[in-house]
Nanobody, 124 residues
């Protein structure tokens, strides 16, 4: 089992950057596929980015490609989401999630553990 705690959210202007972190407890962090999701008010939780345990494969939703970068440090039990060129439509609560499936899925149903979320607000 793994527990996840996100940090790094905040208020930023359009075009700005933020780096989200997700710290995981447990010694088996490296075996999990990790994902970032987001949920805006009144909308479904949506997939943003994912990374496999070895960092050899990543995947992004189209709206963030070229702007966001997911990475992980298994020695620190941490996954990151670097967000650049932020837009007002990126405003949401961002969640990290862990999946025991050894490949990246965009469906939230494939993820077994979730953090509590961190708010990202992009002002226009």
């Amino acid at each position: 089992q793994v527990q996840l705690v996100e940090s790094g959210g905040g208020l930023v202007q359009t075009g700005g950057s933020l780096r989200l972190s997700c710290a995981a407890s447990g010694r088996t962090f490296s075996r999990y596929t990790m994902g970032w999701f987001r949920q805006a008010p009144g909308k479904e939780r949506e997939f943003v980015a994912g990374i496999v345990w070895s960092s050899t494969s990543t995947y992004y939703t189209d709206s963030v490609k070229g702007r966001f970068t997911i990475s992980r440090d298994n020695a620190k039990n941490t996954v990151y989401l670097q967000m650049n060129s932020l837009k007002p439509e990126d405003t949401a609560v961002y969640y990290c999630a862990a999946s025991e499936v050894p490949s990246i899925w965009t469906s939230k149903n494939k993820y077994d553990y979730w953090g509590q979320g961190t708010q990202v607000t992009v002002s226009s």
